[in-house]
């Protein structure tokens, strides 16, 4: 076996590499030279690269890193605002409820006049509520998104497409989380009205349903009502919240995927 580097020849020299290397085998049979090109033996085969892994693999877009960053900063300050202002509507609304339930219960007979609220404005609450604990864990998506965006295999096509995603789903569940919240508001300010009016028609008060030692009287505006439409509020704040940061990523997908100037 004979080794080494070889010469090119004169045709082939300006594409080969100066340390480049061919192996020559010779059959002892019948004495015929075999030449073999070493890919092995070459400092400049795309094999052996004295760069690390790192520095090759493709860097990500800064507008990328830019966008990431911001909505993982927006997401994290969204969702410590929802989940503290929906724990606290939640709070509220179940205090609410078991008092009215207490009250009914020791005056069965006059269950409708001593409820604090109409059940419509508990359901349309508690709906809003549920929509946003959904917005909640969908913030927690979006915070992990950006996680995704920084692990550099995202172009700006498909970090956009992502966003708008994210932003489109979000602002449908804090849309319809703040409508369920304000119909139960408007339902609850309605009875309330319709007692203060009663009320006022009755010339005191308050209004004395019934006669004798079993007569109940009723109060024109419980301090429960005053709760319940302050854990509404707190539950349409936490979807504002949640909407108006959303909102505000729109910004960087224009800016990663602008709109196209051609007629």
Known sequence: IVGGPSAP????AASLAAASSF???RNPATGRLTTYYSLYASSSSPYSSDEPRGSRQKQTDSLIIDTAYTMRRLS???????????????????FARSIG???????SGSAMIQGTAPPAGFLLGGIGIVLSIASIFWTWG????????????????????????????GSALN??????????TFVIIG?????????????GGAVVMGGGPNAVALQTVQPLDILIIQANANTLLSHFVSLF?????????????????ED
């Open 9 to 12: 020849s004169a045709s082939s």
């Open 23 to 25: 192996i020559h085998l």
């Open 76 to 94: 994290w300050f969204s969702w410590w605002a929802q989940v503290i202002l929906t724990t606290i509507s939640s709070v509220i609304l179940l």
């Open 101 to 107: 339930a207490a009250a009914a219960e020791s005056n």
């Open 142 to 169: 979006k915070a992990r998104l950006s996680n995704r965006l920084l692990g550099g295999r995202t172009s700006r096509i498909q970090g956009a497409n992502l966003l708008r995603r994210a932003i489109t789903v």
């Open 175 to 184: 849309l319809a989380g703040m409508l369920a919240t304000l119909l139960g």
């Open 191 to 203: 009875g309330l009205a319709t007692k203060v009016l009663t009320a006022g028609l009755g010339g």
């Open 245 to 261: 940061l959303t909102l505000f990523l729109t910004r960087f997908v224009m800016r990663m995927d602008p709109p196209s100037t």
